[in-house]
């Protein structure tokens, strides 16, 4: 019943949003695939395929998918070396890179639905904030820098030995200032007209006006139809995707090619479910709701699946696109529905009036996007959060701009686990006391585990202590092996001085994993609490 209401609760809302964020996606989606050279179609035929099957199966209404940068990427050199492999064949193939990149697709969501299944999705749980806003100040940089490129034109390179096929040049004199006149006057619609009136889309009727006007005026303007152009491409007018009978014909099935593709295949896996679900998590935090995580793994999985096998690109969770659907009050799945088959009508029957919109509109749209995504709160707090959650916050977000998202994610978590680990190891302390009787007393205080077993070994003074002596964990937790590792060389410590010692408030499971318990723990003093070993007594419960 629930699938259903995401369908049929926000129809209007949904609707508007999902034809806005299609015309947002084109541009985008026909940059990364020049950057991964190939056809733009291939590009949208994915971001049509992937963005249906996640939007109806997805962990995340709405959350919008497609063929994004951080995966296309990742397939640039893939698709390279895949050529000079297809001319080196018996029967020289021009693009096998093309047929490489298709089985690299099919084997990335193979890859991602065994994630889903396997439950991974809840690791997603683990990303601290400080990683979580560096990741959407480093892609906010990322969007913005790749909506300044559009102001340039495109034209052959000179040189015929080089893999880039066209030059960028920056636009100059009268066709900058109108362009960036046109990106400030899309910007203005969609900021004041929602204060005049809630009942139009603001992005979409920005985006139509400024066509409008440039059509009505005869303004020369670069288009969406003269950018595809100026790349090589033929424009936007393509076919329903099919069953690519060429895929099996041409791709060896061997041993050889599962090698090839199975790297590219596993970061480009790897960096899609990362990016896909850090956007169901700020969709999480704008919308106040809870996605499910190993469901979208599965979903993205069927959708690069499916993309391969009807010719199209592998892709993920945009957060661009994703913003501006939310920021639009698309809510449910009918959004991502609509995006998707409006991006298959442009495709199929209306090409020739989505290649008149001006490309100075979606950069406006994109900016706007940029501005309402930045968190901009991170300067305010930069002062006033400890030192290494400002350091992983400014990390991650140079780490994206400069590398990779994948590898900025993975470098925070490690960074944060760090700091989380040595400020915990500090917090081990020991009160000692002797009682009437000669006894000497450890109160433990503070976690005990890999990072803090030294500093709980030197509380004790083994030398000079009594014979008789009690360690009380009452106020310590045993987190792991390395603790019960620690109290058994203590332990051993004592044994060898000829001294007696008591643990008391162990748990049984850190009884049983002593190896001289029943030397040490004594029963009549013995108050087993509540809780286990951290490590082993602690159940995870997944959404799904």
């Not at 733009?40 to 497609?66: C, D, E, M, Q």
């Not at 995966?71 to 000079?84: D, K, S, W």
């Not at 990303?127 to 480093?138: A, D, K, Y």
């Not at 950069?363 to 501005?371: D, H, K, R, T």
Request: with cysteine.
């Amino acid at each position: 019943m629930s699938f259903f209401k995401n369908f049929t609760s926000n129809p209007k809302n949904d609707f508007f949003a999902g034809v806005t964020v299609s015309l947002a996606m084109i541009p985008e989606v026909v940059a990364f695939a020049f950057v991964a050279n190939i056809d733009p179609l291939v590009a949208l035929s994915g971001a049509f395929i992937i963005g249906l099957i996640t939007a109806i199966f997805g962990g995340r209404p709405g959350l919008i998918s497609g063929a994004a940068g951080a995966v296309a990427v990742i397939f640039v050199n893939l698709i390279r070396e895949g050529h000079i492999k297809g001319l080196e064949m018996d029967i020289p193939v021009d693009n096998m890179g093309y047929y490489y990149l298709l089985g690299a697709v099919i084997l990335m969501g193979i890859i991602q639905i065994f994630a889903g299944v396997l439950k991974l999705g809840r690791f997603v749980r683990l990303i601290p904030h400080s990683v979580m806003m560096g990741f959407v100040n480093g892609l906010a940089i990322v969007i913005f820098i790749a909506q300044v490129k559009m102001f340039s034109h495109k034209i052959p390179n000179p040189d015929p030995n080089s893999v880039d096929k066209y030059l960028s040049v920056f636009m100059q004199g009268s066709e900058l200032f109108i362009m960036i006149g046109l990106v400030l006057f899309t910007m203005a619609i969609i900021y004041f007209l929602p204060k005049l009136t809630t009942k139009v889309p603001a992005a979409l009727t920005a985006i139509l006006i400024t066509t409008f006007g440039v059509i009505l005026f005869d303004i020369d303007v670069t288009t969406v139809g003269s950018y595809i152009r100026e790349g090589g491409g033929d424009g936007l007018k393509g076919e329903f995707p099919t069953p690519n009978q060429e895929l099996w014909q041409f791709l060896p099935f061997n041993l050889e090619t599962f090698t090839f593709i199975l790297p590219y295949a596993f970061l480009a896996a790897s960096v899609g479910l990362i990016e896909s679900l850090m956007t169901m998590n700020l969709v999480d935090e704008l919308t106040d709701t809870r996605g499910q995580g190993n469901r979208e793994c599965v979903a993205q999985g069927m959708g690069n699946i499916a993309s391969g096998l009807l010719g199209g690109t592998g892709g993920c969770g945009m957060i661009g696109q994703t913003v501006i659907n939310i920021n639009a009050k698309g809510r449910g799945r009918l959004s991502g529905v609509v995006m998707a088959l409006t991006l298959l009508t442009f495709i199929l029957f209306a090409d020739t009036y989505i290649e008149q919109v001006p490309i100075a509109a979606l950069i406006g749209v994109m900016f706007m996007m940029v501005i309402e995504t930045f968190a901009w709160s991170s300067f305010r707090i930069l002062k006033k959060i400890p030192r290494s959650d400002a350091f992983v916050l400014i990390a991650v977000s140079a780490i994206t701009v400069f590398f990779d998202l994948a590898i900025a994610v993975f470098i925070g978590v490690i960074i944060s686990a760090l700091a989380f680990s040595w400020e915990n190891a500090k917090r081990i302390r020991a009160r000692k006391s002797v009682d009437a009787n000669g006894v000497k007393t450890y109160e433990i205080f503070g976690p005990l585990f890999f990072g803090s077993t030294t500093g709980f070994s030197e509380k004790f003074e083994v030398a000079t202590d009594p014979e008789e002596v009690v360690i009380d964990f009452k106020d310590s937790r045993i987190a792991d092996m390395s603790g019960i590792e620690a109290i058994n060389k203590l332990s051993e410590r004592y044994q060898k001085a000829g001294k007696k010692l008591h643990l008391k408030h162990l748990s049984k499971d850190c009884i049983n994993l002593l190896k001289i318990a029943d030397d040490i723990v004594d029963v009549n003093v013995l108050e087993d609490p509540t809780y286990k070993v951290v490590a082993d007594g602690f159940n995870y419960e997944d959404e799904d």
